[in-house]
Nanobody
């Protein structure tokens, strides 16, 4: 069983930045991929970005390109999402996702979810 725990969500002004973290625990195989999604109440969960186990492959949704960046934290089991130039439309609950099949870009790929961390961008 894999467990994911997000942190770092907060209230920020337009144009500000936030750094979200996701810590993974449990048994992980080399096919594992991790990603981030977000969801606004009443809307579908939206893909943001994912990386494979070694961090050699990173993919971003168009909405994230140029503003959001994935990286590995100090511990190999930590995934960071650096978000810059935040806009009110980025307001959502952000979820860390774990995928056993090596890709993590659509909801059906996801085997494990974190509980989410709230990001609110004020105008």
């Amino acid at each position: 069983e894999v467990h994911l725990a997000e942190s770092g969500g907060n209230l920020v002004q337009t144009g500000g930045s936030l750094r979200l973290s996701c810590v993974t625990s449990g048994t992980i195989y080399r096919t594992f991929a991790m990603g981030w999604f977000r969801q606004v109440p009443g809307q579908e969960r939206e893909y943001i970005a994912f990386t494979d186990f070694n961090g050699g492959r990173r993919h971003y949704a168009d909405s994230a390109k140029g503003r959001f960046t994935l990286s590995q934290g100090n511990a190999k089991n930590t995934l960071i999402l650096q978000m810059n130039s935040l806009q009110p439309e980025d307001t959502a609950m952000y979820y860390c996702a774990g995928c056993d099949i090596g890709v993590c870009s659509v909801v059906p790929d996801v085997n494990y979810w974190g509980h989410g961390t709230q990001v609110t961008v004020s105008s």
